[in-house]
């Protein structure tokens, strides 16, 4: 069996978890394997209903008042004590924060490695090699994992697309764990603050770079985001100028995001923002440059002042 982390707060589901059934269930598919979730949680689970209504073997609730709140202690406990009674042959994650918090330790204390931020994966004959990005992007590494599971992997946002998770019937299961005493207490969560936002969950984003030229500007881009029902976001020189805040930021030292339209006004497309947006699903880009290295992986393009274009893209847009 394979398992999979489905990430929630207070049963409020991270969809980069419907990600990592998809690729477990695309690996289970590959190996002849079944795939069953694991939802932590501190007592009735909500959730579970939901993530029964896709084609997983079971859906396990590993129940504990200690699991109400995340800390990488309270979810490495819970985690091994239901891998020791499944024993899967994989456990897949979303590279999500908590994951990258609690999945090194809870792998370690099995003895393994964890294999994070997996672009894609090929059978060849029989084995598994996972390839992740390295060096900013700049170089893929294709990983085999030697020796004897448990296997943990995870994929970076994108890799799989959440709505390719297959549908069905699953049987939920209630399992009470052993949780010790956390030895921290967490604060809220960063992105809990009221002026912060999760691009994680946009399907649409118009981002701006360098060519947007002035703060005053960017009043285009928000109009076309408006237009679009768009999320507006930014790559770093834009948020080091405070022209937005911190939390618009995409790219290696923010966020990584894969929507289904990604729309980059006047961005360049340097490696430390590429890694962040690449796995999008469709990406227009429009820069004056027409070596820019954007072009390089927009599926569209416009060569052109976006001065020009984004307004007659709006009144395009308005008049559908």
Request: hydrophobic share 40%; aromatic share 6%; proline share 4%.
């Amino acid at each position: 069996m394979i398992l999979v982390f489905i990430e929630h707060k207070d049963c409020v589901l991270n969809k980069a978890s419907l990600e990592a059934i998809a690729a477990a269930q695309d690996i289970a598919g590959q190996i002849g394997s079944t795939v069953g979730a694991v939802i932590p949680c501190g007592g009735d689970c909500v959730l579970a209903a939901e993530i029964a209504n896709y084609d997983l073997e079971k859906v396990i609730v590993a129940t504990n008042e200690r699991l109400s709140t995340y800390t990488p202690d309270g979810y490495t406990d819970a985690w091994a004590e239901i891998i020791r009674k499944e024993n899967p042959s994989h456990i897949v994650m979303a590279h999500t924060y908590q994951v990258r918090d609690f999945c090194p330790k809870l792998a370690a204390r099995f003895g393994k490695e964890m294999v994070g931020d997996c672009i894609r994966y090929v059978n060849n004959g029989g084995e598994l090699v996972f390839t992740r990005r390295i060096f900013l992007g700049k170089l893929d590494a294709d990983v085999k994992i030697k020796g004897e599971g448990p296997y943990f992997v995870t994929f970076q946002s994108g890799a799989f697309r959440g709505d390719s998770a297959a549908a069905g019937t699953a049987s939920v299961e209630t399992v009470e764990v052993e949780v010790a005493e956390p030895r921290m207490s967490p604060e809220e969560p960063f992105q809990e603050a009221k002026a912060s936002v999760d691009l994680t969950k946009s399907e649409i984003i118009v981002a701006v770079g360098r060519g947007i030229k002035s703060e005053e500007n960017l009043a285009v881009a928000k109009e076309l985001a408006d237009a679009l029902g768009a999320d507006l976001a930014a790559s770093r020189p834009i948020c080091d100028s405070e022209w937005l805040p911190i939390d618009r930021q995409i790219g290696s030292s923010g966020q990584t995001v894969a929507p289904k339209l990604y729309i980059a006004l006047g961005i360049s497309g340097a490696i430390q923002h590429i890694v962040g947006m690449k796995n999008s699903g469709t990406i227009v880009a429009i820069n004056k440059d027409s070596e820019a290295p954007i072009f390089d992986l927009a599926d569209y393009g416009i060569v052109g002042d976006l001065f020009e274009a984004v307004p007659t893209m709006i009144e395009e847009i308005k008049k559908g």
